[in-house]
C-alpha cells in the first residue's frame, strides 16, 4: 500500500473520503465498504499527477468537487460525479476521468491551496520553490474560474483543458 501523505472526509457525507497518495494518485474511499479493522479498496483512484499527491482538498460549494496538489506542481481540480461507468472503462480519452481543470503555474511542488469561502471559485495554492525564489515559497491565486465554463469544456471531448482567457489566469503575489 502506499504512503498516504494527506486525508479528506467529505465535510457534507462523512462516508467519502480522500487520500493523497505517494503513488500520484487521489483514491477515493467509502467507509462503508471498509472491514471492522479499517481495511478496503477505495471506490475510485482518481489518476491525473505524475508525482506524489501532496494536499486534497474538497470544494466548500459544491460536495461532488475537490482538489488535488502535488510534487508535479499541478493543482487538479475534479468532479468525482462526472466518472461514468463508461469513463472508468474507457481507454480514448486524452484526459483522465473527472478531471475538468488543471492550473499548471507553478515552478515546483504545490504543498498546499485552499478554496475560498466566501468565493468557492477561487482558490489559493503555494509551492515550495525556496531554491528557485531565493526564500519563501510562491503563493498563487486562481481568480473566478467558473463552473459553467469548466463543464462546457468537460461536456466537449475534444477539449484537453480548460483554455482561462489571460486576464483571469492565475496571478503570481509579489513577495
Known sequence: MPKVNRIRELPHDDNLILTGSADHSVPMFDRRNLTSGGVGAPIYKFVGH???????????????????????????????????KKERTSKNSTSPPGLFFQHAGHRDKVVDFHWNASDPWTVVSVSDDCD????????????????????????????????????RRAKELPS
Open 132 to 167: 528557485t525564489t531565493g526564500g519563501g515559497g510562491t503563493l498563487q491565486v486562481l481568480l473566478g474560474f467558473s463552473w459553467e465554463a469548466a463543464m462546457s469544456v468537460h461536456n466537449n471531448p475534444r477539449a484537453e483543458k480548460l483554455r482561462v482567457p489571460k486576464e
Open 50 to 84: 505524475t508525482a506524489a499527491v501532496l494536499c486534497v482538498q474538497w470544494s466548500p460549494d459544491k460536495s461532488s468537487v475537490f482538489g488535488s496538489s502535488a510534487e508535479d506542481g499541478l493543482l487538479n481540480i475534479w468532479d468525482y460525479e462526472k466518472v461514468s
